[in-house]
């Protein structure tokens, strides 16, 4: 049974920082992206960052227009983890943040596998 288990939310006040961690366990996601996406309340699930890796040294990132130079996602193969680092926090940020799993690209229904969520609240 493939599983995501994020971590790392919480409270926190504009302009301060949090690093999300989301464990993989069940399957191995080292050919295929790993993501995250967040939904605020009453707005749709959208696209954060995505993270993968082509068989060669390098890992490949993508980010959202809105958190681009202020997040940052790495993973750590052997761990089969990622994680989301967020710098400069805005209240708009306040979102449940989810960690996705065997996707390609940018779009929800790219993605196979998803976690339960965490909570992301910036006070301003």
């Known amino acids: 049974q493939v599983q995501l288990v994020e971590s790392g939310g919480g409270l926190v006040q504009a302009g301060g920082s949090l690093r999300l961690s989301c464990a993989a366990s069940?399957?191995?996601?080292?050919?295929?992206?790993m993501g995250w996406f967040r939904q605020a309340p009453g707005k749709e699930r959208e696209f954060v960052a995505r993270?993968?890796?082509?068989?060669?040294?390098?890992?490949?990132?993508e980010y959202a227009d809105s958190v681009k130079g202020r997040f940052t996602i790495s993973r750590d193969t052997a761990k089969n983890s990622v994680y989301l680092q967020m710098y400069s926090l805005k209240p708009e940020d306040t979102a449940v943040y989810y960690c996705?799993?065997?996707?390609?690209?940018?779009?929800?229904?790219?993605?196979?596998?998803w976690g339960q969520g965490t909570q992301v609240t910036v006070s301003s």
């Open positions: 996705a799993g065997g996707g390609t690209g940018r779009m929800i229904f790219d993605y196979e596998y």
């Open positions: 069940g399957r191995t996601f080292s050919s295929q992206a």
């Open positions: 993270i993968w890796w082509n068989g060669g040294p390098t890992n490949y990132a």
